[in-house]
C-alpha cells in the first residue's frame, strides 16, 4: 500500500485530536502502569530498569520498538495520595526516554443481561436449541431466519487453521467443549500478567462472559457436550484484560496487538458505558496497535477487529462509541429470533451488519446457547456481546475458504453478501444507495450469510489499493436555529487529478466539532451526492452535556458503500428534543476512504440500472396490457 500506511497514522493522530471529549468532572484514576520509552537495550535493559525502580515487571509493546509496559502490583492510587517518587526518579534515568502515568478509565462488558435467554444433525445436546444457527422455528422463532452456516459446513469449512481471539475476562480453557480447540500460545492475561487466562471467581458467575463468547466460535461438534461453535474447528484464544476495575490505554493496546500474527480475528464485546450519555472512544496507544494491526497484522493483510455495536437501545447512538464507529473495526448489531430488534440494540450509520441475540419473550430457549464457566452451559446468553462472537466465527469460515483475504476483504464481502432476509425494523425503513446495495440504519447491510460468504470468498480477488482524500472542510462557526436546521453543503471532485483521488466510496467521515446547550438533543444527517442520506447522530434524551460537545469527532457511515463521492454533500444539524437549545457547529470536515477501481462494484451498478430498467420496461407493459384491456372492454360494450 502506497501512502496507505502513513494516512492511516496521520488518521490516527486526527482521531486522538478528539481526548478532549474524554474529560470528566471527576478525579481520574492514576494506575501502578507506566509507558516508558527507552533509548536502547531491548527486553533485558527494560526488566532491570523495572526492577530497579520498584516494578513487578515490563513487557514491550510489539507495535513499537523503544516502549515498554511497567507494571506494579495492580492497587491504583488516587491524584491526592499518589506516590509519584518511582515516576520522577526513572524518568531522570540516562536509558529512558519518557515515562507517562497510565490513566483509569471504565470499560463495560455487552450484553451481561439477567433476563430469561435462550439441521445437519450433531449429537451435541443443545444444538438444536441454537436457532441462530439453524433456524426451525424453535422458541417461536422464524423459520429460515439465521446465519446459513450449514450452507458452508456442507462445504467442508468450518474454520480450521484459524484463530480467534476473545478479549474479555478470560475464557475457562478447561471446558471438555473448548479444551480441544483452545490455543494457549496465542492466549494472555494482561489483568494478571501472566499466559493464563482464566476468569476470576465470584459468587454470582459475573466473569462467564468470555467463556460464553468463546463457545458461540470455537465449541467442539459431536462430542455430546453443550452445543456448536460458528467456526467448530478453529482454534480461541483467551486474552483476559476486562476483568478489573479500570481500564487504561496499555492494556487495551497490548491486548489488541497481542500477537498478530497468530491470532487472526479479535472479538471484542464491550467497549464505553452503554448508558446513553457517554462519548468515548480508543485513546492513542490503542489507536497506534489498530492501525498497526490492520497494516502488518496476518502477514500484512490486516487484523480483523469484530466489535459489538452497543447495548444502550434506543436511548444511545453507537457512532459515539470510538470502538464500533471506527472504520478499522467491524461493527456487528443483533437481531432476536423472529427478525426484530432487540430492545438493547443501538443504530447508528456506522454498523456493517447483523447476526443474533436472545429474543423478547421470556421463553428460556429464546437466548444463545453455548458454554458456561466450569464444564456447564447456558441458554441465556445475550445482548450485543453475542452477536459478535458470531461474526468472528463467519468470518473464520471465510478465512478458511481463503486465508489472503485482507482485513478490507472482509469488510467488502461482509456488504456485499449479508442479506435482509425477514429482519424488521420498526422505526428504519430498508433503503437502497447510489449504486443499489441495500442497507437499513440499524440493522446495516443485513444478517451475515455464511454460505454465500464463504463462496464469494473462495475465487475472491484482493480489492485494490485504498485511498484516502480530504474532501473539503467548513471551519466559520455557524449558528444552529433553535427551530429548524442548520443546513450546509462541500462540493468536492474527491481529489480527482491527484495520487489519492477516491472514486469509490468505503468509509465516510464527518469530522465534526459541535457545542450546545444540551448535547443530547442535537440530530445530525448527512447527504451525499448520489442521494443517501445517513444519520450521523440520534436524539439522546440521556446526555445532558452543555460543556465538553464533540470535539472533532469522526461520525462515520458505511451507506454510501460503492458510490461516487464528486459533487455536493449537504449537512444537516437541528435539535430534537422538547426544549428551546442553542448550538454552535465550528467544524465539518469530510473525509473520504475508498478506492480508485472497483469492478464488482461497476457491476452492481449495471445490474442495478438494469434492474431498475427491466422494472420499468414491465411497469410500461403493464400499463399497456391495461390500455389495451380498456379498449376491447370499450369495443365489447359498443357491440
Known sequence: MKASLVTEWIIAGLLWLCASIFASAERSILTD???????????????????????????????????????????????????????????????????????????????YRDINDIDINMNDPLFTKQWYLINTGQADGTPGLDLNVAEAWEMGYTGKGVTIAIMDDGIDYLHPDLASNYNAEASYDFSSNDPYPYPRYTDDWFNSHGTRCAGEVSAAANNNICGVGVAYNSKVAGIRMLDQPFMTDIIEASSISHMPQVIDIYSASWGPTDDGKTVDGPRELTLQAMADGVNKGRGGKGSIYVWASGDGGSYDDCNCDGYASSMWTISINSAINDGRTALYDESCSSTLASTFSNGRKRNPEAGVATTDLYGNCTLRHSGTSAAAPEAAGVFALALEANPNLTWRDLQHLTVLTSKRNQLHDEVHKWRRNGVG?????????????????????????????????????????????????LILTLTTDACEGKENFVRYLEHVQAVITVNSTRRGDLNINMTSPMGTKSILLSHRPRDDDSKVGFDK????????????????????????????????????????????????????????????????????????????????????SKN
Open 553 to 636: 469527532w469522526p461520525f462515520m457511515t458505511t451507506h454510501t458503500w460503492g458510490e461516487d463521492p464528486r459533487g455536493t454533500w449537504v449537512l444537516e444539524i437541528g435539535f430534537g428534543g422538547n426544549r428551546q437549545e442553542k448550538g454552535v457547529l465550528k467544524e465539518w470536515t469530510l473525509m473520504l476512504h475508498g478506492t480508485q477501481s472497483a469492478p464488482y462494484i461497476d457491476q452492481i451498478v449495471r445490474d442495478y440500472q438494469s434492474k431498475l430498467a427491466m422494472s420499468k420496461k414491465e411497469e410500461l407493459e403493464d400499463e399497456l396490457d391495461e390500455a389495451v384491456e380498456r379498449s376491447l372492454k370499450s369495443i365489447l
Open 437 to 485: 446495495l441495500e442497507f437499513n440504519h440499524l440493522f446495516g447491510y443485513g444478517v451475515l450469510d455464511a454460505g454465500s460468504m464463504v463462496k464469494m470468498a473462495i475465487d475472491w480477488k484482493t480489492v485494490p489499493e485504498r485511498f484516502h482524500c480530504i474532501g473539503g472542510s467548513i471551519q466559520e462557526p455557524r449558528s444552529i436555529p433553535s427551530n429548524g436546521k
Open 33 to 111: 502502569h507506566f509507558l516508558v520509552d527507552i533509548h536502547s537495550g531491548g527486553d533485558t535493559e527494560a526488566n532491570q530498569l523495572a526492577a530497579e525502580y520498584g516494578f513487578a515487571g515490563a513487557r514491550k509493546l510489539p507495535f513499537a520498538e523503544t516502549l515498554y509496559h511497567f507494571y506494579g502490583n495492580g492497587k491504583s492510587k488516587s491524584r491526592r495520595k499518589r506516590n509519584v517518587l518511582n515516576k520522577k526518579h526513572l524518568a531522570m534515568d540516562a536509558k529512558v526516554k519518557k515515562v507517562i502515568q497510565q490513566e483509569g478509565f471504565d470499560r463495560q462488558k455487552r450484553g
